[in-house]
Structures are given as structure tokens and as C-alpha cells.
């Protein structure tokens, strides 16, 4: 009975990763970088199923509009665009007025106006459910009625009239899909590949470094010049050439891990019970180089994602309507001066972005590796 007493009140011992996440979460950038990863995230994933507005939606009366809070159109500009409609129409605009959401407007010509007219209207962005409510003077004049149709551009329009904040979100859910990608094929590839060089030693890994060394020396973007020549631009083929260079790292890094863990005293033991070699890379290796990997994964994302705005930005990413957030900062540095919306809103999601990444792998290293604090 004492002795279960005893046992009750002992503290509970805690393992090296419960250790690591209890430091992570005193840390207050890492912590904040998380919310604000989450944030982001739940905006580019969720943010466009719940958007009023496409990201491929062209609005023709809303080109580079500026961002605003408030509704547009603005009332005193719908009578002009009311006069547009009847210019198409080829009749005569004799009145337009305001009644809250609707209008009311007339029309008049030489001859009988044919009631398909209210297309012309709602053809307009500003206007919709346009009718004939009244006919005169044996047709020739008609009167009409419908209701404002409002939009709200809280990040303004692009230089086709599509709604910039639902073309961020969109290009956030590329550039994040590509970076987390690229990122699993470079954590696949690389580790596997660096454990089994630094485990098998000897010619076998001078001749696996060897081969890290060429590809080393192939000039990334000529690689991704001559994939796009044969294969053409889509999304699949750029998390396949980021991942393709990106494991080199990863690789280096596995490796010279192993290279010390395979001297210690638990690898000897497995090799002295007959334990094959895949097993004990499977087992023993990987496992133990999960601290320094998660780190360096928080470094590659964000250059994953800087690579694929890079190549966006010369014109190698991805092909519209679809967009990312290194095309969406293309296309506002060469409008910066007319709009310069196009180009600050979307900066300000990929440094938000970015930062996050660095400031939460710094957490990570601090938490995995306590004597770096």
C-alpha cells in the first residue's frame, strides 16, 4: 500500500519530444508564427470555396480598381453606365433614377424599341434582373426597372477586372501545395538517400557524393528551362524540379548524421544481434535524425516557396487563369505605378509567409537542440 502511494506521488517522467514541444510553445515568435501559418493557411485552402467571386471572374467594369471597404458601384456613376447601355442599344436615354437597391430608367427611339433591350443592361456588372415594367407611345417608349448589383473589391482589381484577394488566396494554395510538396519529395528522397550513403560508407558513398556533387553543378533554372521546353508549364512539373534539386541538401545532411550514429553503442548492439542493415537504418538510423530534419524542413518550405515565386516571376510557373504569389508579384511590379495595390497586397502574405517559416524553424531549433539557446 505504501509503496503504491509512493508511486502516485512520484512525478511523471517525460519523454525528449514532450520536452522539445514544451519549449517550442514558450516561444513566443514560434508561437505566433504558427497562428499566423494557420491563419493563412485556412484562408488559402477554405478562403475560396466561401468567396463571393472566382479567381478567374473578369469584372469589365471593375479593371484596377482601387481597394476599398465600401460597395461598388458608386451611385454617381451609374448613370453614365446606364448611357452606355443605351448607346449599345441604339436608343435614347430619357431619364435614370435611384430608389435604394433598384432603379428605374426610360427609354426612347423613332421607332417601336424591341423589350430584349434589358440585355444591354445586364450585360452591365452593376446592373442585374433587369424588366420592362411599362410601354407608351406604341412602343416607342419603354420603361425599365432592376436592381443595383453590389461588389465589394477589398483588395481591389487586377488589369483584368478579377478580384485580387481571391487570386491571392488562390495563389497562396499553389505556392504553400508546391512548397509543402516539393518539400516531401525532397524529405523523401534525400533522407533515404543520405542514410543509406553514410551507413554503407566506404566506395559506396564516395561514389553516391559523387553524384550529389554533379547535380550540385547543374544550373537550376537552365534544368527547369529545358523541362518546361519538353514538358511544357504546368503545377506538377514545378514541385518535381524544385524536389529534384532540393533533396541534395537534405541528403548532405542525413548523411553526415549517420556518420556519427553508426559508431554508437545501440547501432553495435543491432549489428552484433544479426539485425540486417536495412533494418537498422530503417530503425535505428532515420528515426534519430528526425530532430535536425524537421529543422531543415522548416528552412526548405520557405525557400521551396521563394524558388517557385522566382520562377513564376521570369514566367516559368504556373499558367493562367491559374496564378501564385510570385506571378501575382510579377504582374504588380510591372503595374506599380498605375496600381500599386497589385503589388502590396500580395507582398505582404508571402513576407508574412516567409517570416513565419523562419522564425518558426528558429523555435524548432531552439526546442530540438536546447544548447543553441
Request: charged share 15%; glycine share 8%; proline share 4%.
Amino acid at each position: 500500500m505504501t509503496e503504491a502511494v509512493l508511486a502516485s506521488t512520484q512525478p511523471r517522467g517525460r519523454s525528449l519530444t514532450a520536452l522539445a514541444m514544451r519549449r517550442l510553445f514558450h516561444n513566443r515568435a514560434a508561437v505566433g508564427s504558427l497562428v499566423v501559418l494557420a491563419l493563412v493557411t485556412v484562408m488559402c485552402f477554405v478562403g475560396p470555396f466561401v468567396t463571393p467571386h472566382a479567381y478567374d471572374q473578369i469584372f469589365d467594369s471593375y479593371v484596377r480598381t482601387p481597394p476599398s471597404l465600401q460597395a461598388y458601384p458608386r451611385s454617381d456613376t451609374l448613370k453614365s453606365v446606364m448611357q452606355s447601355a443605351a448607346d449599345h442599344a441604339r436608343v435614347t436615354l430619357a431619364d435614370f433614377a435611384l430608389n435604394g437597391e433598384g432603379f428605374t430608367a426610360t427609354f426612347t427611339a423613332d421607332k417601336a424599341i424591341d423589350p430584349r433591350v434589358t440585355r444591354y443592361a445586364d450585360r452591365a456588372n452593376e446592373f442585374h434582373d433587369t424588366r420592362v415594367v411599362g410601354t407608351s407611345d406604341g412602343g416607342r417608349t419603354l420603361n425599365i426597372a432592376g436592381k443595383v448589383k453590389r461588389e465589394y473589391f477589398l483588395m481591389g482589381t487586377d488589369s483584368n477586372g478579377r478580384d485580387l484577394f481571391a487570386r491571392i488566396m488562390i495563389g497562396g494554395r499553389i505556392s504553400l501545395t508546391v512548397g509543402v510538396l516539393a518539400t516531401l519529395v525532397s524529405l523523401l528522397v534525400g533522407v533515404t538517400y543520405g542514410a543509406i550513403s553514410g551507413f554503407a560508407g566506404g566506395r559506396i558513398d564516395n561514389v553516391m557524393m559523387r553524384l550529389v556533387e554533379v547535380l550540385y553543378s547543374l544550373p537550376f533554372v537552365f534544368l527547369v528551362i529545358i523541362l518546361v521546353v519538353f514538358f511544357g508549364r504546368n503545377f506538377i512539373l514545378i514541385f518535381i524540379a524544385i524536389g529534384a534539386i532540393e533533396w541534395l541538401d537534405m541528403a548532405r545532411i542525413v548523411r553526415g548524421q549517420t556518420l556519427s550514429l553508426k559508431q554508437r553503442e545501440f547501432v553495435t548492439a543491432a549489428e552484433a544481434m544479426g539485425v540486417s542493415n536495412m533494418q537498422i537504418v530503417r530503425r535505428h538510423i532515420v528515426p534519430n535524425t528526425v530532430g535536425p530534419v524537421i529543422v531543415f524542413i522548416t528552412v526548405v518550405v520557405p525557400k521551396v516557396v521563394l524558388l517557385e515565386s522566382f520562377l513564376s516571376f521570369l514566367g516559368l510557373g504556373v499558367q493562367e487563369p491559374l496564378t501564385s504569389w510570385g506571378a501575382l508579384i510579377a504582374e504588380g511590379a510591372n503595374n506599380m505605378q498605375a496600381a500599386p495595390w497589385l503589388l502590396i497586397f500580395p507582398s505582404i502574405f508571402f513576407v508574412a509567409t516567409l517570416m513565419s517559416l523562419n522564425f518558426l524553424g528558429d523555435g524548432l531549433r531552439d526546442a530540438f537542440d536546447p544548447r543553441d539557446r
